[in-house]
């Protein structure tokens, strides 16, 4: 299985903040690599698919990109609304495989 | 506007069958392309991917689940469905049903989720 490994696990930011999670996967996915939000007791939200195409609605404040095997979700200015739980999700390979979450928690 | 939802027992008892069916509305499960998921959370192993299924009966597993796993669509219904069979406290977790833009791929929409608990 490849393993998607996220940083930070917990992040705290302010309103106006720019943000930047990270994913590394465990070998090449050639950007096979989609980013979701979740907030308590609702599904996840896909916000971006093809590591940087933006899902549809999702606001351009979030952003994605690529870097060998790291792949990079940016919050340009955080809003309230933004304080979630983020996960990343390969599927270059089966099993699909997500990351553990990264929870954004509001300093 | 494409919506799904789970629906099935929130208890079951160790050793015997989970079976959870999914209810797809605003859209058909025929559409081309789209592949229909299953999806589980656990505190104790996050987001894990179960199996995907087309309306042909074309499925995917998670090799860490196909020996006790089986995915079936019904067209008429718009509806698939999860059998997860000789359960354990293991596999207590939020299940989740989600369209996928074809296999492997994303998942959009998804639906609420439901809770299992797997307890005597």
């Known amino acids: 299985d490849i393993h998607m490994t996220q940083s930070p696990s917990s992040l705290s930011a302010s309103v106006g903040d720019r943000v930047t999670i990270t994913c590394r996967a465990g070998q090449g996915i050639s950007s096979s690599l989609a980013w979701f939000q979740q907030k308590p007791g609702k599904a996840p939200n896909l916000l971006l698919y093809?590591?940087?195409g933006l899902a549809s609605g999702v606001p351009s404040r979030f952003s994605g990109s690529a870097s060998g095997t790291d792949y990079t979700l940016t919050i340009s200015s955080l809003q309230p609304e933004d304080f979630a739980t983020y996960y990343c999700?390969?599927?270059?390979?089966?099993?699909?495989?997500f990351g553990q979450g990264t929870r954004l928690e509001i300093k | 506007q494409l919506r799904l939802q789970e629906s099935g027992p929130g208890l079951v008892k160790p050793s015997e069958t989970l079976s959870l069916t999914c209810t797809v509305s605003?859209?058909?499960?025929?559409?081309?392309?789209?592949?229909w998921a299953w999806i589980r959370q656990s505190p104790g192993k996050g987001l894990e991917w179960i199996g995907s299924?087309?309306?042909?009966?074309?499925?995917y597993y998670n090799p860490s689940l196909k020996s006790r796993v089986t995915l079936s669509v019904d067209t008429s219904r718009n509806q698939f469905s999860l059998r997860l069979t000789s359960v354990t406290a293991a596999d207590t977790a939020v299940y989740y049903c989600a369209r996928q833009f074809g296999i492997p791929n994303w998942f959009d929409p998804w639906g609420q989720g439901t809770l299992v608990t797997i307890s005597s």
């Open positions: 093809g590591a940087s």
């Open positions: 605003g859209g058909s499960i025929t559409s081309n392309s789209y592949y």
């Open positions: 999700q390969q599927y270059y390979f089966i099993p699909i495989t």
């Open positions: 299924i087309y309306n042909s009966g074309s499925t």
